[in-house]
């Protein structure tokens, strides 16, 4: 590439007016000028494949970023920059992930009398992929929508980011105070920026996956506040004590690679947060939680959450490849129902993230709501047969367990 770029220079040099002035010059001035120019050629060459470069990654997104590209590129250390970059990439490698789990699906050549399914109950579709919703909002920013419905793996698969701004609601506002935050003003400019994600599978064995992972800011009279949250948990229908020992063991490795007291300290957080209280029960068998981190430094919070969403799909889709193909029957799929009535009573009447953006002003509910499953059921008195299946899962939801045996570990070094 260098000599092609002297030779084009040497090239260009003959055909301009300077080039009479610089030939009854001394030879040393001359090279100096052939060196030059190819120099700036080069340089430019090696600019424009950056250039590329970023056209590329684009490319490989779901859609265009929120925020205009030139801005993008004009502040590429600003966190808001970060964020946004880190969550649409997120975003496009793990709906890639799955939809390359519904290609698989069909790649045997099975026809569809050969799977296990109710026709009556779904029409699954060998053409399954992301809806891909670019939407804007008035006041601020705006969000990109990725669902997959009627698949043969996935019943319905929502990957949402979303990158707003405008003036905190009273209700957020008081939200924020009662976790903590010292926020003075009575109108508080905010900017936030998050990935949200819940996978509800077509097996009753596959497990349900969700994760969030986001970044605040709000100014008021003292300056900018800034805050990161998150986490990933899992909610089986059936117990496999491998895959959780698998979902927690992948996310303890991205906690200690930060902080080796994270992984404790966020496991019982997710416990804790995703309590039904009037089941007396949590939703799954937890995973990690977080919010209001603001520590050590900025750029250390930023690379422990960025951690924690790339461990998403090794956490994962491990356990949608050991479980798709796995038989069940009617039995089995009214028990999945049933418990996805549980997540839904969940979202609807505790979660945080769900509540705040209902109370966002001109809140596009369709991306809020798009947690829930396509199909749920809500059944009078229902409770599981001693000694079943449904009672096994039933007794880790009302007494969370320690997967990897971390506490015995603990008493045995002291």
């Not at 053409?127 to 670019?134: H, L, P, S």
């Not at 009575?186 to 509800?200: K, Q, R, W």
């Amino acid at each position: 590439m260098s000599f092609k770029a002297v030779a084009q220079s040497v090239r260009t040099l003959s055909y301009v007016g300077s080039y009479k002035k610089i030939r009854d010059r001394p030879y040393r001035l001359y090279c100096a000028a052939v060196i030059g120019t190819g120099y700036v050629a080069y340089s430019q060459y090696k600019q424009n494949k950056a250039d590329m470069k970023e056209i590329v990654q684009l490319r490989n997104y779901m859609a265009e970023p929120i925020t205009p590209i030139d801005q993008l590129e004009k502040n590429p250390d600003d966190m808001k920059t970060q964020m946004e970059l880190l969550i649409l990439r997120i975003q496009a490698e793990f709906c890639k992930a799955l939809e390359k789990e519904e290609d698989q699906a069909w790649d045997d050549e099975k026809t569809v009398d050969d799977y296990d399914f109710d026709n009556d109950i779904f029409l699954p579709s060998p053409e399954a992929k992301f809806k891909v919703d670019r939407w804007q909002r008035k006041e601020g920013g705006g969000g990109i929508t990725c669902v997959l419905q009627d698949g043969r793996v996935f019943e319905k698969a929502g990957v949402n980011i979303s990158v707003v701004s405008g003036t905190l609601p009273p209700a957020a506002v008081q939200q924020m105070r009662s976790r903590g935050k010292k926020l003075e003003n009575a109108e508080l400019p905010f900017f936030a920026a998050g990935v949200s994600a819940v996978i509800h599978p077509r097996n009753p064995m596959v497990p349900t996956i969700h994760f969030n992972y986001r970044y605040f800011e709000v100014r008021d009279k003292d300056g900018v506040q800034w805050w990161f949250g998150g986490g990933t948990d899992l909610t089986p229908y059936y117990l496999n004590e491998e895959d959780a020992k698998h979902f927690h063991l992948t996310l303890k490795h991205a906690c200690d690679a930060h902080d080796d007291t994270y992984y404790a300290r966020f496991k019982k957080w997710c416990d804790d947060y995703f309590y039904i209280p009037h089941r007396g029960e949590r939703r799954g068998v937890g995973g990690i939680f977080f919010d209001d981190i603001d520590s050590p430094d900025q750029q250390s919070a930023f690379k422990f959450v960025t951690s924690c969403a790339e461990a998403v799909i090794p956490s994962y889709i491990p356990l949608v490849k050991r479980h798709k193909d796995d038989a069940y029957g009617y039995h089995e799929r009214q028990w999945q129902l049933l418990r996805r009535g549980r997540y839904v009573e969940f979202n609807l009447m505790y979660d945080r993230g769900t509540k705040f953006g209902l109370h966002t002003p001109q809140a596009r509910y369709e991306s809020i709501l798009m947690s829930l499953p396509l199909n749920a059921k809500w059944e009078y008195m229902n409770v599981p047969k001693p000694n079943s299946e449904e009672e096994k899962i039933m007794k880790v939801l009302k007494e969370p367990r320690d997967w990897l045996n971390l506490e015995k570990a603990q008493r045995a070094a002291a």
